[in-house]
């Protein structure tokens, strides 16, 4: 139970200063590095983001070309995480589950960032393909990082319209803050432990469905609908039954989630390239019916459009199932974690916060019961 002296959820709370990314709720504003959120995500690849947030400033042509080629030696898993991987598939455990064990592997070789960002994909892919009883796809040293991903995924080279559509993707959501994970993160690497200890934490509470969890029933509401004039009766059945309506509304953001719009744009280009329209049409307008409901049962909360909503869309688009939704999320956050990580190191303190203890105070020891 709170008391005066405490905040819940330690909202409120400045725990870490950085130059990593700024979000203001009230403006409906996300600072990567010093870009707004839609023009470092539309433009950049995930390379350059990356790069952006480890050392601050973009990188030089020579340096971009050298990181890529980096990460392209570095994609490959060894058969101890394999073996892992094949344990979790033959158990049909869930793709965020595989991850979080086959992670800790990773320092049986390295503990280092490039080779961590390198190889999380390669870990969702050849896990992905051994529960379709498929073998993992070598990764290719020659693709991009999120073209390399979505070689793996199915064996065929990606055309440009998917590689653009899933970077814009990562590129928006890469780093948010100090959420969940990113504190777990920080609090291991703190305490001068290894970047994977950090990496395995983060991942471990992003598994928690109250971060990670959202965009697939998003997803599933729009299907529900099946059609935008049912929209509206469907929708107040679930407001007047208390349900939460999957993609509305944030913690942070009072107002539109600016990483919404990037997603809604790259959504609409995605269906437009593949020349079926229906779905995005039919998502808008759950959308906007969805907003008009709220506002009206609702009044004040301000309970806007999140980015999990048009996550859904777009990763649907791509052709991913569900359950690769939060994997997909965490192959991009995990370059968020490590900056944060870095950023911790430079100038590290424990991060050890106090409790207020609010129990009992004055019982005492029975001496019948150290006689029982």
Same mark, same amino acid.
């Given at each position: 139970?709170?008391?005066?002296? %405490?905040?819940p =959820?330690? /909202?409120?709370?400045?725990?870490?200063?950085?130059?990593?990314?700024?979000?203001? @709720?009230?403006?409906?504003?996300?600072?990567?590095?010093?870009?707004?959120?839609?023009?470092?995500?539309?433009?950049? %690849?995930? /390379?350059?983001?990356?790069?952006?947030?480890?050392h601050?400033?973009?990188?030089?042509?020579?340096?971009?070309?050298?990181f890529?080629?980096?990460?392209?030696?570095?994609?490959?898993?060894?058969?101890?995480?394999?073996?892992?991987?094949?344990?979790?598939?033959?158990?049909?455990? @869930?793709?965020?589950?595989?991850?979080?064990?086959?992670?800790?592997?990773?320092?049986?070789? *390295?503990?280092?960032?490039?080779?961590?960002?390198?190889?999380?994909?390669?870990?969702?892919?050849?896990?992905?393909?051994?529960r379709?009883?498929?073998?993992?796809?070598?990764?290719?040293?020659?693709?991009?990082?999120?073209?390399?991903?979505?070689?793996?995924?199915?064996?065929?080279?990606?055309?440009?319209?998917?590689?653009?559509?899933?970077?814009?993707?990562?590129?928006?959501?890469?780093d948010h803050?100090?959420?969940?994970s990113?504190?777990?993160?920080?609090?291991?690497?703190?305490?001068?432990s290894?970047?994977?200890?950090?990496?395995?934490?983060?991942?471990?509470?992003?598994?928690?469905?109250?971060?990670g969890?959202?965009? =697939?029933?998003?997803?599933?509401?729009?299907?529900?609908? =099946?059609?935008?004039?049912?929209?509206?009766s469907?929708?107040r059945?679930?407001?007047?039954?208390?349900?939460?309506?999957?993609?509305? =509304?944030?913690?942070?953001?009072?107002?539109?989630?600016?990483?919404?719009?990037?997603?809604?744009?790259?959504?609409?280009?995605?269906?437009?390239?593949? @020349?079926?329209?229906?779905?995005?049409?039919?998502?808008?307008?759950?959308?906007?019916?969805?907003?008009?409901?709220?506002?009206l049962?609702?009044? @004040?909360?301000?309970?806007?459009?999140?980015?999990?909503?048009?996550?859904?869309?777009?990763?649907?688009?791509?052709?991913?199932?569900?359950?690769?939704? %939060?994997?997909?999320?965490?192959?991009s956050?995990?370059?968020?974690?490590?900056?944060?990580?870095?950023?911790?190191?430079?100038?590290?303190?424990?991060?050890?916060?106090? *409790?207020?203890?609010?129990?009992?105070?004055?019982?005492?020891?029975?001496?019948?019961?150290?006689?029982?």
């Open positions: 139970m709170a008391t005066s002296g %405490t905040a =959820g330690l /909202e409120g709370v400045v725990a870490a200063s950085t130059q990593l990314s700024h979000v203001d @709720g009230e403006r409906g504003e996300l600072v990567i590095a010093g870009y707004q959120v839609d023009e470092l995500a539309e433009q950049a %690849t995930f /390379e350059e983001t990356t790069w952006l947030l480890w601050g400033e973009l990188p030089t042509p020579a340096q971009l070309e050298a890529r080629a980096d990460l392209g030696r570095a994609r490959g898993l060894s058969a101890a995480t394999i073996a892992v991987l094949r344990a979790c598939a033959e158990r049909r455990l @869930g793709a965020m589950d595989a991850l979080r064990m086959a992670a800790g592997t990773l320092s049986l070789e *390295s503990d280092e960032a490039v080779d961590i960002v390198a190889r999380v994909p390669t870990i969702i892919a050849s896990y992905w393909n051994l379709r009883g498929q073998e993992p796809r070598p990764p290719r040293r020659d693709l991009d990082h999120a073209a390399n991903f979505l070689y793996m995924l199915d064996g065929e080279a990606p055309d440009l319209e998917r590689v653009r559509a899933l970077e814009t993707y990562l590129n928006t959501v890469v803050g100090l959420n969940a990113t504190f777990a993160a920080r609090v291991i690497i703190s305490t001068g290894d970047l994977v200890s950090a990496i395995v934490g983060a991942l471990g509470a992003l598994k928690g469905p109250l971060h969890g959202a965009p =697939g029933p998003a997803l599933e509401m729009v299907f529900e609908i =099946g059609d935008a004039a049912r929209a509206e469907i929708l059945k679930k407001i007047e039954a208390g349900e939460k309506l999957m993609g509305f =509304g944030h913690r942070i953001y009072k107002v539109r989630d600016p990483r919404a719009d990037v997603l809604a744009r790259a959504a609409e280009r995605l269906y437009t390239r593949a @020349g079926d329209m229906s779905l995005y049409t039919l998502a808008r307008a759950v959308e906007t019916e969805a907003l008009r409901l709220l506002e049962y609702k009044p @004040g909360r301000r309970l806007q459009t999140n980015v999990e909503f048009y996550t859904a869309l777009l990763l649907h688009g791509l052709g991913f199932d569900v359950d690769l939704f %939060t994997p997909t999320f965490a192959m956050r995990v370059s968020g974690w490590i900056a944060h990580a870095l950023e911790q190191r430079r100038a590290n303190r424990i991060i050890r916060p106090q *409790s207020e203890y609010v129990g009992p105070r004055d019982r005492r020891w029975s001496a019948r019961r150290s006689v029982l």
